[in-house]
């Protein structure tokens, strides 16, 4: 079982930044894939950024450019820097690990969810 706790998430004006921070435990955290979703109101949960436990990185179209995701792993912990906020991106943003099973099985594991509300 992994849990996850995130934290940094605000009010914050257009063309701010903020810092998301997603702490892990319960799993070895090097060994986890870590991403970034979010949920603005009536609309479906949408990936925002990943990383592997290689460091590999991708971001949604929309993000590119203005979002950067990292992990410390000596911390067990997951970023997700963002700039020059728009209020489209105002919305719950949540932490996803993804653990890889023998076999291929992936679970995924999510935080609590953080509000990110951008004002024009």
């Known amino acids: 079982q992994v849990q996850l706790v995130e934290s940094g998430g605000g009010l914050v004006q257009a063309g701010g930044s903020l810092r998301l921070s997603c702490t892990a435990s319960?799993?070895?955290?090097?060994?986890?894939?870590m991403g970034w979703y979010r949920q603005a109101p009536g609309k479906q949960r949408e990936l925002v950024a990943a990383?592997?436990?290689?460091?590999?990185?991708n971001y949604a179209d929309s993000v590119k450019g203005r979002v950067t995701i990292s992990r410390d792993n000596a911390k067990n912990t997951a970023y997700l820097q963002m700039n020059s906020l728009k209020p489209e991106d105002t919305a719950v943003y949540y932490c996803?690990?993804?653990?890889?099973?023998?076999?291929?099985?992936?679970?995924?594991?999510w935080g609590q969810g953080t509000q990110v509300t951008v004002s024009s």
């Open positions: 990383i592997t436990s290689g460091g590999s990185t």
């Open positions: 319960g799993s070895i955290f090097s060994n986890l894939a």
């Open positions: 996803n690990a993804r653990k890889r099973l023998i076999g291929g099985l992936e679970l995924d594991y």
